[in-house]
């Protein structure tokens, strides 16, 4: 009786929810915005195909195929019920006065029971108040502090591609670019590397558990009410959740020690003290932050501190090592490219060695310089406004009839010209608006560093021809990166080691 009890309450709950469902569909005054049948009606589509791991592909065609006659591009297709995808950063959406905050996605990003960081927070109110507490120890004065470094931690990875050139070995460059950029994104929030350049491999599987935990968020933020409760369940077993688990680990280890030395008295340190005026790292001004005193820091302060610090470890790895790697990826595969590269940044350095300030002022490096009505329609308060960076940075209309190729000269023939403007303005690699990524300059600096060194001191073969194998989950991240490494001959490849 009462399993029949059980199955008749289960069989009202789905009609009544599929009910809904068609109810909502025939009574949205949106019901015309075009998009795939199934997005009517639920969220499962959407959730096949970014599992699929080529969303962003999926999401240039899904604008396309709905394109009106004479357009490019749609400006507005469904992904789900009441979840839109617009083809241009509108500042309705992204202007830096826009009321719009983000979607309940990113609460699939929120770890419980710890303090909800800048990426994650929606509350517009208190992000613009977190944001101006932290923002200035992300500003180019004071990440110029940390170039020594930077320096001396490329300096590092150049002996390594250096062993791997002798050798004649073909290896994943993708990865190794992500070493090098968790040991300076550790060398930069604690004052130490991870050692991931040292020891040449995945160290603790660190690399593997924030993919894992990216994996993990993504997808269930789509369902975002299941996450407290799967998170929970989750973090206990292998992949996913738990992966967030290791790095919460690890980092709160790090900052008990810290304030075990900060109890003490002991000064600040930079490398280990090895290094006599290092800068301070970011760990240290986080708890100045929020502990006045500099000493011993309540329970909440230490979940503030660690989630600025889990910030900095999954945001500044996989973002900067991905840049890096289709920087490189398309420089490699395109020589005119590289040749045009290689000539500037000789005028400076024969060797790639640039201070931060001199690769910033090398134009074709650094390339570009800097409830709402949206197209006529208007969105109702509660639905979802989104944008794939794909679609506006492959749109024609913008780019040219070219806009898929890699082709840097664009900016420099749009120089003093009104489309400069309109370039400028769809250019959004780290978002627009209020909620433009805090960290930005953190990876400019690295990759500033980075790419003009490579590029001078090495010749690149790629493993095959043809384009890359890459997955999207959050990040378009390449699978078959692989090249072997010469060193050019007319370059003293050891610089000053």
């Known amino acids: 009786m009462q399993l029949m009890n059980l199955v008749l ?133 004071s990440l110029i502090s940390y170039e020594p470094s930077v320096g001396r931690l490329l300096d590092q990875f150049q002996t390594r591609l250096s062993e791997l050139a002798h050798d004649g070995e073909t290896f994943d460059m993708a990865q190794w670019l992500q070493f090098w950029a968790f040991d300076v994104i550790g060398e930069m929030t604690f004052s130490k590397p991870f050692g991931f350049l040292d020891q040449g491999h995945d160290v603790n599987v660190m690399c593997e558990a924030v993919d894992q935990s990216t994996v993990y968020s993504t997808l269930v933020g789509i369902y975002h009410r299941v996450h407290n409760g799967l998170f929970r369940i989750l973090s206990n077993l292998p992949g996913g959740a738990s992966g967030t688990t290791y790095i919460i680990n690890m980092a709160s280890a790090a900052i008990r020690e810290r304030l075990l030395k900060r109890k003490k008295g002991t000064e600040r340190t930079s490398r280990d003290s090895q290094i006599e005026n290092g800068p301070t790292d970011f760990l240290d001004r986080i708890m100045d932050l929020v502990d006045k005193r500099t000493t011993a820091a309540s329970e909440p302060d230490i979940g503030t501190a660690t989630t600025a610090s889990l910030q900095n470890l999954f945001a500044g790895s996989d973002t900067t090592a991905v840049s890096s790697s289709s920087v490189l990826y398309y420089l490699i595969r395109n020589p005119r490219a590289l040749r045009n590269l290689r000539e500037e940044v000789a005028t400076c350095s024969s060797d790639g060695r640039l201070t931060f300030q001199v690769a910033q002022n090398l134009p074709y490096l650094q390339v570009p310089k800097g409830g709402a009505s949206i197209y006529g329609r208007v969105f109702p308060a509660g639905a979802v406004v989104g944008i794939n960076a794909w679609v506006p940075h492959y749109d024609c209309d913008i780019w040219g009839p070219d806009a898929s190729e890699f082709r840097p000269e664009r900016w420099s023939e749009a120089e003093n010209t009104p489309q400069l403007k309109r370039m400028n303005a769809y250019y959004m690699p780290f978002g627009l608006g209020s909620r433009t990524c805090i960290g930005k300059n953190v990876s400019l600096l690295e990759m500033s560093k980075l790419i003009p060194r490579l590029v001078m001191v090495y010749d690149f073969e790629l493993e095959r021809d043809g384009p890359w194998t890459t997955k999207n989950l959050w990040f378009v991240k390449p699978l078959d990166f692989k090249v072997k490494v010469k060193h050019r001959k007319a370059v003293n490849y050891l610089g000053s080691l």
């Open 9 to 141: 309450l289960l069989g009202i709950f789905l009609f009544c929810h599929l009910f809904y469902r068609l109810y909502h569909a025939w009574t949205d005054q949106l019901r015309d915005v075009p998009g795939p049948f199934w997005t009517r009606y639920t969220r499962l589509w959407y959730l096949k195909h970014v599992i699929n791991g080529r969303f962003h592909e999926e999401s240039l065609e899904l604008h396309r195929k709905f394109a009106k006659p004479g357009e490019h591009h749609a400006r507005i297709v469904r992904l789900a019920p009441n979840l839109y995808s617009v083809a241009s950063p509108e500042k309705e959406a992204y202007g830096i006065a826009s009321t719009m905050p983000k979607g309940a996605w990113y609460n699939g990003w929120v770890i419980p029971n710890t303090a909800t960081g800048l990426f994650q927070e929606r509350n517009m109110e208190i992000h613009a108040k977190n944001r101006r507490k932290l923002s200035a120890m992300y500003s180019v004065s």
